[in-house]
């Protein structure tokens, strides 16, 4: 083990730990695969995203300060998922007692392709996965950690995760007719929303499957849940994988 390495805290959403395992495993695997050290501190718990988002944000306190305690002595933090990152970065409750820790956490916490991009400097992987390749771009990473370009803008188009997909053999991106739609999940919309939501939903997998789209992959396993889901209940024959899962498999 190189000791010299950035010392990364590996932060697993809850749905990921409940749901989805193999996307916190894929991450720990791949980060090492890219020399880093990785820990993954045992005492983490929720980021307190769901009940903000429900309107209780000033009860998150408890959960933040947890965070802040288990997470401030890494070199880095890292997190398969744009929407935790989002709310640790933007949405925690002021803590006025940590006001410099959490302005430490919040310029050291990454979503997981951002942070192999910006941080560790990857650009060109080598490896071999030899599918036709659908992304769902997730709002919270889209819009809100400026993973990819927005199409409502008027920019130079970028997209941290296809930098990060497109040299891999065989890989085929297949490019959507709505590249950053919502899949209507929304965390409580799709509960207080359904039909909406399910609408939503079923929009993005026609576009995927109009594209003949193999594997559907994105940065949110909440996102890819949602849309698994539809299609499970539908018998939709795409498959489903976090980004992190095929550059895994996809590197040896």
């Not at 769901?50 to 890494?74: Q, V």
Request: hydrophobic share 35%.
């Amino acid at each position: 083990m190189n000791l010299n390495a950035p010392h990364v805290g590996l932060f697993i959403p809850c749905y990921v730990d409940q749901f989805y395992p193999k996307v916190g495993i894929a991450t720990l695997e791949l980060l090492e695969k890219f020399g880093c050290r990785v820990s993954y501190p045992l005492g983490q718990t929720c980021c307190g995203q769901p009940m903000a988002n429900a309107g209780y944000e000033r009860d998150t306190e408890g959960t933040a300060r947890h965070f802040i305690s288990l997470f401030k002595d890494f070199d880095y933090i890292v997190a398969p998922s744009g929407s935790c990152v989002l709310h640790v970065k933007e949405h925690f409750p002021k803590l006025q007692d940590l006001e410099q820790e959490q302005h430490e956490i919040h310029d050291k916490i990454f979503e997981f392709t951002e942070f192999l991009t910006d941080i560790l400097q990857i650009k060109d992987i080598k490896g071999k996965f030899p599918h036709k390749v659908g992304y769902h771009a997730s709002c919270h990473g889209q819009r809100g950690l400026r993973l990819a370009s927005s199409s409502e803008m008027n920019g130079t188009p970028f997209n941290k995760a296809k930098s990060l997909l497109e040299n891999l053999d065989g890989l085929q991106w297949m490019t959507l007719n709505r590249t950053d739609e919502c899949c209507g999940f929304g965390g409580t919309f799709s509960v207080t929303e359904e039909a909406l939501s399910l609408r939503m939903g079923k929009d993005r997998l026609d576009d995927h499957e109009q594209h003949q789209v193999e594997i559907l992959t994105g940065g949110d396993m909440s996102c890819i849940m949602h849309l698994q889901g539809i299609a499970s209940r539908e018998g939709r024959k795409v498959k489903f994988m976090h980004l992190a899962e095929i550059l895994n498999q996809a590197i040896q």
